[in-house]
């Protein structure tokens, strides 16, 4: 059964950072590209983030590129997004992908 289990969501002021992870099982990790999508309140999901199986290849979007970083430990089964400069707009669950497979999201609110 493959599971996707993101965690490291909280609640952060204008300007902070965060780190996601996100845990992998049940299939084998290191040979799918997986991304980060994001989903505000009212809103569309939007993809951030995306990597490679290898991880030599990174994708952002433009709301996001320069302010967070996507990274992958393929030994450890786990995805990561380091998220500096947050502002209130990045609000939201945060899900990693497997394809069209999504996991567990978390929450991460941005607010003073």
């Known amino acids: 059964e493959v599971q996707l289990q993101a965690s490291g969501g909280g609640l952060v002021q204008p300007g902070g950072s965060l780190r996601l992870s996100c845990a992998a099982s049940?299939?084998?990790?290191?040979?799918?590209?997986m991304s980060w999508v994001r989903q505000a309140p009212g809103k569309g999901p939007e993809r951030v983030s995306a990597?490679?199986?290898?991880?030599?290849?990174?994708y952002y979007a433009n709301s996001v590129r320069g302010r967070f970083t996507i990274s992958r430990d393929n030994a450890k089964n786990t995805l990561y997004l380091q998220m500096n400069n947050l502002k209130p707009e990045d609000t939201g669950v945060y899900y990693c992908?497997?394809?069209?497979?999504r996991g567990q999201g978390t929450q991460v609110t941005v607010s003073s």
């Open positions: 992908k497997k394809g069209d497979m």
């Open positions: 049940g299939f084998t990790f290191g040979s799918y590209d």
């Open positions: 990597i490679n199986s290898g991880g030599m290849r990174t």
